[in-house]
């Protein structure tokens, strides 16, 4: 059984930090391509940053570039998304996922879902 665990989210003011861990088990790590949305309230999910399998190529979406970064560790079968200079708007519930393939900002393109962890920004 394949399971995603996501760790680290929180409650935090406008220019905080947090780092999101996501835990994976069940499947053979470094093979997989990892990558983390979110979602608002009444909003769909949209992409935030993938990686692929070997970290050496990272993807973002444009509103988290230069605040954003994602990474993994394969020994420990874990991705992160540190997540620098936060803003109100990136309240979500952000969700690792991981896809077989390439790294991809598509969501239909990744296999395995996490069961999400909550990041409220307050202004």
């Known amino acids: 059984q394949v399971l995603l665990v996501e760790s680290g989210g929180g409650s935090v003011q406008a220019g905080g930090s947090l780092r999101l861990s996501c835990a994976a088990s069940?499947?053979?790590?470094?093979?997989?391509?990892l990558g983390w949305f979110r979602q608002a309230p009444g909003k769909e999910r949209e992409f935030v940053a993938a990686?692929?399998?070997?970290?050496?190529?990272?993807f973002y979406t444009d509103s988290v570039k230069g605040r954003f970064t994602i990474s993994r560790d394969n020994a420990k079968n874990t991705v992160y998304l540190q997540m620098n200079s936060l803003k109100p708007e990136d309240t979500a519930v952000y969700y690792c996922?991981?896809?077989?393939?390439?790294?991809?900002?598509?969501?239909?393109?990744?296999?395995?879902w996490g069961q999400g962890t909550q990041v409220t920004v307050s202004s």
């Open positions: 996922a991981a896809n077989r393939g390439r790294a991809s900002t598509q969501n239909y393109h990744y296999d395995y």
């Open positions: 069940g499947l053979i790590f470094n093979a997989y391509a």
């Open positions: 990686i692929n399998w070997a970290g050496g190529s990272t």
